[in-house]
């Protein structure tokens, strides 16, 4: 059964760092285009970052754009978003979520999602 589980939220202050992790059971994530995505409380869900399994590009959103960087563990199965310089406005549940062949930083091509890992940034 393919299944996502994302880990490594935690409350850090601002200014501060967290590696979130995302790791697939049931199938590899280099097959895969991976995304990560944010939800904060009566917003919707947004596109934080997606790398793809081609050739390895990557993209992220404006507004975390030289702040997180999304790199794959092959060899784990696991693909990281490092956060750095953390905002309050980056508090959200992260999930990440896979699809064949793309990348993109819109929820609708994706196949598979994690239940989410929540990341709360205090001022």
């Known amino acids: 059964q393919e299944q996502l589980v994302e880990s490594g939220g935690d409350l850090v202050q601002a200014g501060g760092s967290l590696r979130l992790s995302c790791a697939a059971s049931?199938?590899?994530?280099?097959?895969?285009?991976i995304g990560w995505f944010r939800q904060a409380p009566g917003k919707e869900r947004e596109g934080v970052s997606c790398?793809?399994?081609?050739?390895?590009?990557?993209y992220y959103a404006d507004s975390v754009k030289g702040r997180f960087t999304i790199s794959r563990d092959s060899a784990k199965n696991v693909v990281y978003l490092q956060m750095n310089s953390l905002k309050p406005e980056d508090t959200a549940v992260y999930y990440c979520?896979?699809?064949?062949?793309?990348?993109?930083?819109?929820?609708?091509?994706?196949?598979?999602w994690g239940q989410g890992t929540q990341v709360t940034v205090s001022s």
């Open positions: 979520a896979a699809v064949h062949f793309i990348c993109a930083l819109s929820t609708g091509p994706y196949d598979y």
């Open positions: 790398i793809k399994n081609n050739d390895g590009s990557v």
């Open positions: 049931g199938f590899t994530l280099d097959d895969y285009g």
